[in-house]
């Protein structure tokens, strides 16, 4: 019998390069593991339309979809270990059990992100995080009953989940360390505008100040700020960043990137790792430009880019040569954020309109555009992605 290609991590990125294995011809067994029960989901839902309980089911593909494309779906599975000579990853039930052996072929590691936690919120009733499904339902079941809820970080989750909780009555305060919302990202200028919006619609935003503190023994009740104040809680959502998944490669040989350029699992430019027949894409994926600069990119696009290019690089195809440019979105209140192209901290930033809540700006270096973000302005964002990959020289756009 063949060896499989076997994909780790049944998200995303695990289930389109499946996927995009059989729209491309291959025939021999594909195995993708899981280690939720759940099969494989998307995840940007969940602090929006999962939240707000608009939707529950969030499934990337039908059930019979792996049945009918031969994927051996293995859900409740923790992979533990990878052996590159021998070839094998080892894996064991997520719940208990024995473990095996499994060979490869090629093997594709898609085991996304953890969310980090504070030392002093673990074990506290009513402290969340978001990252799964069964978190989302969680935190929807527990916002039912609550009127109060602390957030805390102001990124893209953390606003995301924000909007979601004041759209459904809560009273809502976001705790950030920054000077604004979503700065890391999109830098302090544009994230103060976004900023705006949340306040507009009743969000107590603290920028400049840390949690230093869970009030309630077992339930919490409260939190702690670094400026000496006291909030009330009856939910708190940490959105304070996430670390890769790379525990199952320790002492594999495959080299893990500096956390400086973000950690994660190193790669070429095709999503080839430090040894020969491994990969990775997703947001776990460090990957080169073709500069051979390093970098990780936690966007829906940048996940299907990857597990296409992954896909033909297995498969020794040449993959889609259509420039590509960075996209990613973020829905809040009423509104969608867009953003395509690399904003950077250290960007000129030429604001080309602004309403309040709507509003598009432009980002430079060296007088070169680098990057549009717009707020409910989706056509005059979209317009602007031939500028985006030609780098259109600024003073001919303002």
Known sequence: MQTPIVIVGAGLGGSRVASELRDNGFEGPIVLIGEETHAPYDRPPLSKALLLGTVDQV?????EFYEQNRIELRTGTRVT????????????????????AV????????????????????DRVGVHVLRTIDDARSLRAASKSATHAVIVGAGFIGCEVAASL???????????????????????????MVGRLHAAEGVDLRTGVGITGIIGEQRVTGVTL??????????????????????????????????????????????HASVPDVYAVGDVANWRDNAGSPAR???????????????????DIAPDDRPAVSYF?????DLKLQALGHPGVGDDVHVVSDEGGKFVVLYSREGKLTAVVGVGKPAAVMKMRSHVIARTPIHDLV
């Open 103 to 122: 060979a490869y072929s090629s093997l594709v590691l898609a085991t996304g992100l953890k969310p980090r936690m504070l030392p002093f919120a673990l």
């Open 59 to 63: 499934d990337l593909n039908p059930t």
């Open 166 to 192: 004041r759209t459904r009555g809560l009273s809502v305060t976001v705790v950030e360390a920054s000077r604004a919302p979503l700065s890391a990202a999109l830098g302090i200028q544009v994230g103060t």
């Open 329 to 333: 979105w973020s829905d809040q209140f």
């Open 297 to 315: 990119v936690e966007h829906w696009n940048n996940v299907v880019a990857q597990a296409t290019t992954v896909a033909a690089t297995i498969l």
């Open 226 to 271: 670094s400026d000496g104040d006291e909030i009330r809680a009856d939910i708190v959502v940490l959105g304070i960043g996430s670390t890769p998944v790379v525990d199952l490669v320790a002492g594999s040989g495959i080299e893990i990137a500096d956390s400086a350029v973000g950690g994660g699992i190193s790669c070429d430019a095709n999503g």
């Open 81 to 100: 270990a990878v052996d590159p000579v021998a070839k094998t990853v080892t894996v064991e039930p997520a719940y208990g059990g024995s473990s095996e």
